[in-house]
């Protein structure tokens, strides 16, 4: 057979008799089934703690709730903006250097105040864009903007005219 089979079998032979603790002492065994209890502790935590929140509606730092992160990108947006002065080079931004930040909320991320969802919303996403540009210049927008149904092309040529020039397909 071989050794690990020879090791194999003395061990089943051991297990079949009865013996399967032989050779441990008695804290010995103990402590084997201490840690056995500690980890199905620790996995049931895992797996049902967030339940709390979503059954008996605590809310606690221990007890954090599920978070589905299917619509996490619903409303972003994702191209360009474009500055456009009479007499002045073009100034492309992105959406987020529009608005001032490196990168969109880690957490908290359904609560981002700027999400576009219609077309309307994109002016509200430029408001301070719009307020800040100079007389004559325009402000547009080329890009994509997230659905359900994926990202949705969306483009506007004065964002700070909207009124229905700006359309996203397929946008809910």
Known sequence: MGYFGDIAMAVL???????SG????????LRLRLRGVAFAVVA???L???????????????LRPWIMYSGAGIGLL???????????????RTPLQLLGRER??????????RRVFEPGDLKRFAAEACAALPAGATLSFDGRVGTRDGWARLRAADVCALGGTGKARGAE
Do not use: C, T, W
């Not at 032989?22 to 065994?29: D, F, H, L, V, Y």
């Not at 994702?78 to 492309?92: D, S």
């Open 104 to 113: 969109y909320p880690f957490q908290r991320h359904y609560e981002f105040d």
């Open 13 to 19: 032979a051991q297990q079949m008799a009865g013996r």
């Open 48 to 62: 049902l703690a967030p339940a709390a929140f979503q059954v008996f509606g605590v809310n606690h730092l221990l």
């Open 22 to 29: 032989a050779g441990r002492s008695g804290a010995g065994r």
């Open 78 to 92: 994702k191209g360009e903006f474009r500055i456009a002065a009479p007499g002045k080079p073009v100034v492309v």
């Open 44 to 46: 049931l935590f895992i």
